[in-house]
């Protein structure tokens, strides 16, 4: 109950805050805003780095499937996709570059 009593006393205190409360709740407060502007940078950063890896992505996948003069005329193919009602099979067009491979259904 001693702890209690402690904050009823300082509730019913009208002498308000000293001036070193004060600084330090500033001081904690910038140091927790200054912590989510350190997460909001490395957010931007994640976000940053995951458009261009896509964006280089759909540029392979695009360059593939446009038949580019680097990718090799298109492959025969299979897909197999095994699943707990069987097994199906689907033949495909597969086109293939160094950096990427991407198919077609035939």
Known sequence: MNAINKIREKLENSKGETLVEVLVATLIAAIAMLGLATMINASKN????????????????????????????????????????????????????????????E
């Not at 780095?49 to 759909?58: C, L, M, R, V």
């Not at 990718?71 to 293939?96: A, H, L, Q, R, W």
């Not at 160094?98 to 077609?104: I, L």
């Open 46 to 105: 994640i976000m940053d780095t995951s458009a261009k890896a896509i964006d280089d992505f759909y540029s392979h996948v695009n360059k593939v499937e446009r038949e580019d003069a680097s990718v090799k005329s298109p492959e025969k193919g299979t897909i197999t996709i095994t699943g707990e009602f069987g097994t199906i099979n689907i033949d495909v067009n597969m086109y293939i570059s160094e950096d990427v491979a991407s198919y077609q259904l």
